[in-house]
């Protein structure tokens, strides 16, 4: 793995941007009430803990820093469009500096904790689903 010393600051907080935005994109796909939202929130959260025993090094990396700024979005539609807007640059990104394999696991990582969210509360709902397939697409570009 090329060390996070071979990007920018700005470059690492775009890698770091991306999957607090897919999270914050997945906990608004669909509503689930309150319950549903901490659920899905601690799912989350318990997503990106877990993250740091993850088999990449890039990964394990990047989720011990702390991102700068705050997820975007006060609409559905509005978190959706910008994590969709997001991942593309991260991919692109990282294919400029690291392996296929980092930007393989970086681009599964980013499903995995839309995944994760979506099912913390009630399962996978269409809106969800829809969601996910869309980071899909944008990840394979």
């Known amino acids: ?60 990396t990047l989720v011990s820093r702390d991102p700068v700024g705050e997820a975007a979005g006060s609409t559905p539609e509005e978190a959706i469009a910008d994590a969709l807007d997001k991942v593309p640059g991260a991919i692109a990104l990282l294919r400029s500096k690291v392996t296929e394999e980092d930007v393989h696991a970086y681009g599964q990582w980013l499903i995995e904790i839309a995944v994760k969210v979506s099912e913390g509360a009630k399962g996978i709902s269409g809106a969800e689903q829809k969601f996910i397939d869309q980071l899909t697409a944008a990840i394979k570009g």
């Open 1 to 60: 793995m090329t060390a996070l010393s071979a990007f920018s600051e700005d470059e690492v907080n775009q890698l770091l941007h991306a999957p607090r935005q897919v999270m914050w994109a997945a906990l608004q796909a669909e509503s689930d009430g309150i319950i549903g939202f901490a659920k899905e929130i601690y799912a989350g959260g318990k997503a990106l803990e877990d993250s740091k025993q993850h088999s990449s090094e890039l990964i394990r």
